[in-house]
Each structure stands twice: as C-alpha cells, then as structure tokens.
Nanobody, 122 residues
Framework: QVQLVESGGGLVQAGGSLTLSCAAS????????MAWYRQAPGKQRDLVAS???????NYADSVKGRFTISRDNAKNTVYLQMNSLEPEDTAVYYC????????????????WGQGTQVTVSS
C-alpha cells in the first residue's frame, strides 16, 4: 500500500557532497516522523537524522554540522544533504517513515525504503 523509494547514493571522494532523496507514495493520509538510518558492513543499523512533521530535527553526533535533513510535505519526500563526507560515512542508507494510511485499516505503520549505497573514498 505504501512505498518508499530512495535515490541519490553513489561514490564520492572524501570531502565531497551527496544529497539523498526518499519519496513516499501509495495510500497515504499523513506522514509523521521521517528519518534516515545507515548500516555499514558488519554493523547495526543506526539513526543518522530524523525530522518531525513540523520540521523539528535530530542528528547523530557523528554527523552534526555536516548533514542536513529536510522534507517537502507536499511531495511526501525527505532529503539528506551530506557535506564534508568521510570514509566512515560509507554505508547503505535507509529511509524510514511513519505513515497513516488513507484506506483501511487507517492506522499508522513504520515503513522502510530499499536502501541506497553511499561509498566515500579516501
């Protein structure tokens, strides 16, 4: 009923920038929190940044001052602007969103995107 589709990953040199996008589509009544997580090989999936429906943001300490999360509510899209990238930022980045459905059962569920690879070379 709902899909999250990410884009914007790729290979970049250390110090470079990338912008990730995640668009939600389907039976959407409203979207609450949206977030970006990342998972490096052999490690757990960690929160990178989150944003509320009102625009309040939260960041992992490791990305503060370098990454910016934003959203376009009209487009049901969340973005992650990543600057001053470091090799340690290399991971698969996943979009997450809490979405209230427009159709039955009219409840709120958490959804994940398929992930997009970000590789930062030194």
């Amino acid at each position: 009923q709902v899909q999250l589709v990410e884009s914007g990953g790729g290979l970049v040199q250390a110090g470079g920038s990338l912008t990730l996008s995640c668009a939600a589509s389907g039976s959407i009544f409203s979207i609450n929190n949206m977030a970006w997580y990342r998972q490096a090989p052999g490690k757990q999936r960690d929160l990178v940044a989150s944003i509320t429906s009102g625009g309040g943001t939260n960041y992992a300490d490791s990305v503060k001052g370098r990454f910016t999360i934003s959203r376009d509510n009209a487009k049901n899209t969340v973005y992650l602007q990543m600057n001053s990238l470091e090799p340690e930022d290399t991971a698969v980045y996943y979009c997450n969103a809490y979405i209230r459905l427009r159709n039955w059962p009219y409840s709120t569920y958490g959804y994940w995107g398929q992930g997009t690879q970000v590789t930062v070379s030194s």
